[in-house]
């Protein structure tokens, strides 16, 4: 997992918005981080601790972060794009890093080439899923996330991106859809490493405090 290879091993963890606790577990598996998280939805929060992890009830607030602080890690996998003042949490979350500490967050990535078609097109459809899920507020692309950070006073120190060929465009547009699975998977991959910018499905950042 992208947001894992961010992360030190063994380090303390806060995961924001943790829901299930699916990307906790994973996180946890592949660095052995001490791991807390948050979820303000109570049937989430009660399957992520099924998974054997430590979840709080509630949102991030100053006296969560006194109380369970500091970390050297606080992640936003899928979370910032939700939010009508993102930049606000962040700031918050801030207060609860260790020196030297870092935010790692996952985004949707609008400048992906089929919201560029759509855009051509004169279209600008919401989904239920995806980039263009219906309940994201925010849109990035790899610039602005990165000056979002720096007006924050944190610095950009790794990007990189998913691929996800799992997208409802790739089963219903052409050549994708003619595609075997497996070669749709390799070209997609090839042209994401040459074009991140616009084959990307998310940014996956690490913010570094200045």
């Given at each position: 997992?992208?947001?894992?290879?961010?992360?030190?091993?063994?380090?303390?963890?806060?995961?924001?918005?943790?829901?299930?606790?699916?990307?906790?577990?994973?996180?946890?598996?592949?660095?052995?981080?001490?791991?807390?998280?948050?979820?303000?939805?109570?049937?989430?929060?009660?399957?992520?601790?099924?998974?054997?992890?430590?979840?709080?009830?509630?949102?991030l607030s100053d006296d969560f972060l006194r109380?369970?602080?500091?970390?050297?890690?606080?992640?936003?996998?899928?979370?910032?794009?939700?939010?009508?003042?993102?930049?606000?949490?962040?700031?918050?979350?801030?207060?609860?890093?260790?020196?030297?500490?870092?935010?790692?967050?996952?985004?949707?990535?609008?400048?992906?080439?089929?919201?560029?078609?759509?855009?051509?097109?004169?279209?600008?459809?919401?989904?239920?899923?995806?980039?263009?899920?219906?309940?994201?507020?925010?849109?990035?692309?790899?610039?602005?996330?990165?000056?979002?950070?720096?007006?924050?006073?944190?610095?950009?120190?790794?990007?990189?991106?998913?691929?996800?060929?799992?997208?409802?465009?790739?089963?219903?547009?052409?050549?994708?859809?003619?595609?075997?699975?497996?070669?749709?998977?390799?070209?997609?991959?090839?042209?994401?490493?040459?074009?991140?910018?616009?084959?990307?499905?998310?940014?996956?950042?690490?913010?570094?405090?200045?």
């Open positions: 997992m992208k947001l894992a290879s961010l992360i030190s091993k063994k380090s303390r963890v806060l995961d924001v918005g943790c829901g299930t606790g699916s990307t906790a577990e994973i996180i946890v598996q592949e660095t052995q981080a001490r791991l807390v998280g948050i979820e303000p939805d109570a049937r989430r929060k009660a399957v992520a601790c099924e998974r054997g992890l430590n979840v709080i009830e509630g949102t109380e369970y602080g500091p970390f050297d890690t606080i992640v936003f996998a899928d979370v910032l794009e939700h939010l009508q003042n993102p930049g606000e949490l962040v700031l918050l979350s801030k207060t609860g890093l260790a020196p030297g500490g870092s935010i790692v967050a996952s985004v949707p990535n609008i400048a992906h080439w089929f919201v560029r078609l759509d855009l051509l097109r004169g279209r600008f459809n919401y989904r239920e899923c995806g980039i263009m899920d219906a309940t994201h507020l925010r849109w990035f692309t790899r610039e602005t996330l990165h000056r979002f950070f720096d007006n924050l006073g944190l610095q950009v120190t790794h990007h990189l991106y998913t691929v996800n060929t799992g997208m409802i465009e790739y089963s219903q547009s052409w050549p994708w859809s003619w595609l075997p699975r497996g070669a749709r998977m390799w070209l997609v991959r090839q042209l994401v490493n040459r074009l991140p910018n616009l084959f990307g499905c998310q940014h996956v950042v690490r913010a570094t405090l200045k």
